[in-house]
């Protein structure tokens, strides 16, 4: 189960225009019916001139650091990011999803992103060409 905000939503109603025709919201090109390569999107951010300055992985750091620094249960945060837990025996026994908990943070983050628009944050149109 992934909780989404109201931004992400948005964003996957604007994607299903695009990619609707598929099962897949974000599909290879070669083959619909699979998945998009897991490099897709550091090949993206590389021709967007990010080559060596950020990644798709540094956002999922970002997000934990902000959460983390605005006092977030880390509990939750980590079953965000589906970490696995490194403690064996709480392994076994806690299985908590902390879905409400879950879907305050993610809301709090999409807002925060938006309140960073205007700064060094640009919104993205998909519709975009070139």
């Known amino acids: 189960l992934v909780p989404l905000s109201r931004q992400a939503l948005a964003v996957l109603d604007e994607l299903r225009q695009l990619t609707g025709h598929c099962e897949l919201l974000f599909p290879s090109e070669r083959k619909l019916t699979n998945p998009m390569s897991e490099n897709t999107l550091s090949y993206a951010m590389g021709r967007m001139g990010y080559k060596g300055i950020a990644t798709p992985h540094g956002f999922r750091a ?69």
């Open 62 to 130: 970002l997000a934990s650091t902000t959460l983390n620094e605005e006092g977030f249960d880390s509990d939750v945060i980590e079953r965000q990011l589906a970490h696995a837990e490194r403690n064996k025996v709480r392994a076994a026994y806690h299985r908590a999803e902390y879905l409400d908990d879950r879907r305050k943070l993610l809301q709090w983050l999409a807002d925060f992103y938006d309140s960073q628009r205007g700064s060094n944050v640009l919104p993205v149109s998909f519709n975009r060409v070139g």
